[in-house]
């Protein structure tokens, strides 16, 4: 832990408050564990963590959140996540995400997509709490109307999708990777919809995507004990499609595209559009609902007040 | 099988003629197979039934069918069936769990509820096939109705609920057990939906029930086949979670209720009672109906012909 | 491939047109691999085809498509496929199946069905390609009423079917197999919906049929792979149900069937309707649309264009 960790005793910045209460939150807000407990169970979601700055120095600058490229020859794009410290998904970085994804989509010369994340041991933590924490109404709104254009964006998505989940993948970053096609993951992280694990609830859309993923059954306990299932048990669940050693699961997800590839583009996606258009146009017709659903939610005053509880402690203890 | 058939040779009271139907029910309503491999096929569900009278000396009365007990410290219900000679559910027994489902629902120190019978080598036969010969019209749509609520009332439950299934767990008993949120369950039994094999049919919300549980394919083939699984069948195709030791299956099950209880209550609810809704409220729509299909179904000369007979031949066996 | 190429080189009939157009058809209609690929491609599929004749001997005259046997001891009606080279599937052949499952339907001493082939190697290729090639749009759209008829029938069959699944099973015939409530295949062929590895789709009830079989994820990738599964693969998904040699594929259907016939008709007919019929009836709700969707997709000049040159080519090669 040690370089990042002193950097951020020395500095306190905004950056280290959101790691830390992203610490918390994914272990405390239940009330059942210790800080300590918590921080071992984080680590085991995230155990190497030096080389954030790497991915700061490596990005063009301290704004290039979200890296696209697209290879010509192949017409495969790679959407690399980079917003450390954990590629917590806030509505500046899904705004990001979304238009990249609208640009690709509309590209001729683009036809599948890899996702996949430049911090180490991290694919992408989820939503950034401090979205959630005295929000301003309009733009908490705003925040989940984003999340919901960023799904439909993906799995409704005519181009072929794969994540490259090269490390933790819990709450949002589950739904980004479950979105796609074909999920490439590598071994010794944990991936899940771990809502219920933070006191809050995965939305309907959610659950339809786990379900339409590895069925009613698993999907109903998974949801309720917000489970985190380690890359083995996900595989053996259909979470994920392939295991491979982290330094070839880019590579494996690029030949898997390519497979997909040879399949004619046209028929491909009127059977994907087909398959995924109930589960979209439920989100669709109930699009509204759902965000005054989420705004009520988390400005419930005992949610605020869990939030406000655990941010004070972290802004004392960085003093 | 001595002393309890013993004892039943020399007084055939009610309870002896409900065994005798049950056994002779769940084996020869199709007229495939003769009363001696019927005999087989059940004592395959319940090889052991002497310890019968054990159950009616443990209880405080012969009223006395349901034990429900709640463990201050834990606040985990146990509702233990004892209904000599099957645990099967008639009108009163199935008012008696919904009466006791109702009141821990609103208890505000339970938080977990465990199903288990005391019957030596049955969790619960299903259905009394009393309820259904010769019957009040007005007391078989109550029946039914009361069946319906038993199901709304466990699969809709806010509690934590688990099935230690320490016995034979056919039909009725098979949606008992699915309508909770777990389900351990001892080696070397029976369980499933087998009403096809009475030549009667599982309406549909039994149908909803096993196919959340198992998925569509395996339920459509089961549901035909009317198939009775072994604990292990059960496990490999879902419809049970979990198999320990006849021992071991009540710690078990307390334990798996601790596991679910770390999970914040209001998170886990909201997510369960999204997932369970839509089950639900398809019965609560259908219900009338329902009750009618049942009613009309029961009522079919054919029907009762077949229950008169067997019931004559067994009150003649008797005398 | 001797004897039959051979004789077909020496005389290009219409049935030879047709054989190399479905070798075309399975394989470069999405234009990426050359002709020598698509052979191969083929002989996987099908690489035995010298015992067409026996096929054609054995039947009473060259109008017998279909052989219809029932044997009045067990009430089990055999239906064999007889069309060569491929067992296609055209308006003539959909016909005469399904006149013989109303028959069937309708007969009281029969109470099971048995589809099978009597092409060696092949159990059913599919659509005939030649009802697409320039449609009179009356007969193309008659044609697919045809198709949708045939399970419309086969799906809501009374009768306890089962697929003898003794040789390749693409496309309508592995449409045709998971109509059946059963499925026994021999080792070493391959069975999927592969419509998209032709450039074509799947059309929303061979999507639910698949996703019924075998669950929503695994006929997601299968549909926008248009994947072929050797019988092994096919098993673990559950798109079939037993794998045994060759030679036993009719008697392992038999013996089934003999199981599913101890269950009482009455009850296992109900339960089977209740659980078919929402997929049935979205098909009935929707089948002129779907009838319109086909005649417009198929009469494309894109499409149409595809085809002209592939028998363009193939009548070159004959001459």
Chains 1, 2, 3 share one sequence.
Not at 48 to 56: A, I, P, S, V, W
Request: aromatic share 6%.
């Amino acid at each position: 832990m040690g370089q990042v960790q002193s950097r951020l005793t020395i500095s306190p910045t905004p950056t280290k408050l959101a790691w830390m209460m992203h610490l918390r939150m994914l272990t405390t807000m239940h009330g059942l564990c210790e800080v300590r407990q918590c921080s071992k169970r984080w680590k085991n979601l995230c155990p190497q963590t030096k080389n954030l700055q790497k991915c700061q120095m490596s990005s063009a600058g301290s704004s290039e959140m979200l890296q696209v490229t697209v290879d010509d020859k192949s017409g495969i794009a790679t959407m690399t996540m980079c917003r450390p410290p954990v590629n917590s998904l806030n509505l500046e970085f899904l705004t990001q995400i979304n238009i990249a994804l609208e640009k690709l989509e509309n590209s001729k010369d683009c036809s599948g997509l890899i996702i996949t994340s430049k911090i180490p041991k991290i694919f992408c933590a989820g939503l950034d709490i401090m979205e959630m924490y005295q929000p301003n109404v309009d733009r908490l709104q705003e925040f989940w109307r984003t999340l919901q254009e960023m799904y439909i964006r993906l799995y409704g998505s005519q181009l072929i999708t794969a994540a490259a989940i090269n490390g933790a993948s819990p709450a949002g970053g589950c739904l980004m990777a479950m979105s796609c096609d074909y999920r490439v993951m590598a071994p010794g992280y944990k991936i899940g919809l771990n809502e219920t694990q933070l006191g809050i609830v995965a939305p309907f859309w959610f659950q339809d995507l786990i379900i339409n993923t590895m069925g009613f059954r698993q999907s109903e306990m998974a949801l309720q004990l917000g489970t985190l299932f380690t890359s083995e048990e996900a595989l053996n669940l259909g979470m994920v499609d392939k295991i491979v050693p982290q330094e070839q699961v880019m590579e494996t997800a690029i030949q898997e595209i390519h497979k997909w590839k040879k399949i004619p583009g046209f028929a491909r996606q009127i059977t994907k559009s087909a398959l995924r258009k109930p589960s979209i146009d439920k989100l669709h017709s109930k699009r509204e609902e759902d965000i005054a659903n989420f705004r009520d939610f988390i400005t419930k005053d005992s949610i605020q007040k869990t939030l406000g509880m655990y941010i004070e402690s972290l802004k004392k203890k960085a003093k």
